[in-house]
């Protein structure tokens, strides 16, 4: 449970730096060659994450996120969301279209990986 609170925290924290990061024309300022990361947005519905799941892995390699991997704790809909979303992003080019997941993406530019799990 505190390890889903902290992960919950963490995508906070990142919605908050992204926001900030947003000029006043509303677009997202990047230094050409940034490294950014695709995750799920707190406020996503479960239905919708779950098919980006569905979606994901079956267009990448989403293997991360099996039982006793780094990246299968915790356990929970956000954390494997955000991991495969991040993966279809990260495998298409990283281009803004590859996060939208029917607008339940967000793109970040503080990297989400936490503990011993990685994302690329």
């Not at 996120?65 to 080019?93: E, F, K, T, W």
Request: aromatic share 8%; hydrophobic share 35%.
């Amino acid at each position: 449970m505190a390890k889903a609170v902290a992960l919950s925290l963490h995508i906070l924290f990142l919605s908050a730096l992204l926001l900030s990061s947003f000029n006043s024309g509303g677009t997202l300022k990047l230094v050409k060659g940034q490294k950014t990361w695709c995750v799920a947005k707190p406020s996503s519905d479960p239905k919708i994450l779950q098919e980006n799941i569905d979606y994901a892995c079956s267009n990448a390699d989403c293997s991360i996120l099996r039982r006793g991997c780094p990246c299968s704790n915790p356990d929970n809909l956000m954390n494997h969301a955000s991991l495969a979303m991040n993966i279809y992003y990260q495998s298409r080019g990283r281009n803004h279209w590859n996060c939208d997941f029917k607008n339940s993406g967000l793109i970040v530019i503080s990297d989400p990986s936490y503990g011993n799990c990685q994302y690329a």
